[in-house]
């Protein structure tokens, strides 16, 4: 496996349901991202963890919880869902240090629909 | 605070014509600039990236983008457009790094690039 993973590739849940999405990055960076992308809105930052260390929460709801256990690994567990939540979730990694290499290696993403 | 704005949310153009995609930005700090292609049911892949060195920077499959700090602007552009060119375009912006803002980028709306046979 190259680049950046994520699992699974699909999901459909109920709102009642716990789920979890898995990301994984084989480049040797320290810090991992997740996204939710809406149709017709921006991409939005949800999670940032640098160091397995999180460094930023913007303000998401509290049924979306992040899990850093290692520098290659993020999981995004969910639990009691709305149908707002159905997006597509992208993982993303990069360096992690200071220095002028900020690009972010993306994965896949999960599209997620909510019932 | 960094923003990006991205003019234009649909551009159409025929095959073999000109591409001209439209990326404005405000930061405070010398800027970082991006720009990421998503192909559909893919994730973001980079296209090219600005960091103070040249300020005509190109990338993959022929892009390249000029940055212009007089007009805050970043356009990415290609000579001639592929029928495979369709995608969505991203530009970004990243501020000088601070411990607590290593690699944040701040997105564009993005830009549906359709191209006609």
Same mark, same amino acid.
């Given at each position: 496996e190259t680049g950046v993973t994520q699992t699974p590739r699909h999901l459909v849940m109920g709102m009642t349901n716990k789920k979890s999405?898995?990301?994984?990055?084989?480049?040797?960076?320290?810090?991992?991202?997740?996204?939710k992308q809406s149709a017709k809105k921006p991409l939005e930052l949800m999670f940032v963890y640098n160091f397995k260390e999180q460094t930023e929460n913007n303000s998401v709801p509290s049924r979306f919880s992040p899990e850093c256990p290692n520098s290659s690994h993020l999981f995004l567990h969910l639990?009691?869902?709305?149908?707002?939540?159905?997006?597509l979730y992208l993982c993303a990694s990069s360096r992690g240090e200071s220095g002028p290499s900020y690009e972010q290696y993306f994965g896949p993403g999960t599209r997620l629909t909510v019932t | 605070a960094q923003s990006v704005t991205q003019l234009g949310s649909h551009v159409s153009v025929s095959e073999g014509a000109l591409v001209l995609l439209r990326c404005n930005y405000s930061s405070s700090v010398p800027p970082? !600039?991006?720009? +990421?292609?998503?192909?559909?049911?893919?994730?973001?892949?980079? !296209?090219?990236? +600005?960091?103070?060195?040249?300020?005509?920077?190109k990338g993959i499959n022929g892009f390249e983008a000029e940055f212009k700090k007089s007009e805050t602007s970043f356009h990415l552009t290609k000579p001639s457009a592929h029928m495979s060119d369709a995608a969505e375009y991203f530009c970004a912006v990243s501020g000088t790094p601070v411990s607590s803002n290593t690699g944040k980028l701040i997105f564009g709306q993005g830009t549906t690039l359709q191209v006609k046979p």
């Open positions: 999405l898995k990301c994984e990055q084989h480049l040797g960076h320290n810090a991992m991202y997740w996204y639990h009691t869902l709305q149908p707002e939540d159905s997006a | 970082y !600039l991006f720009w +990421y292609v998503q192909y559909p049911n893919q994730g973001l892949q980079l !296209l090219l990236k +600005y960091t103070s060195a040249a300020t005509l920077v």
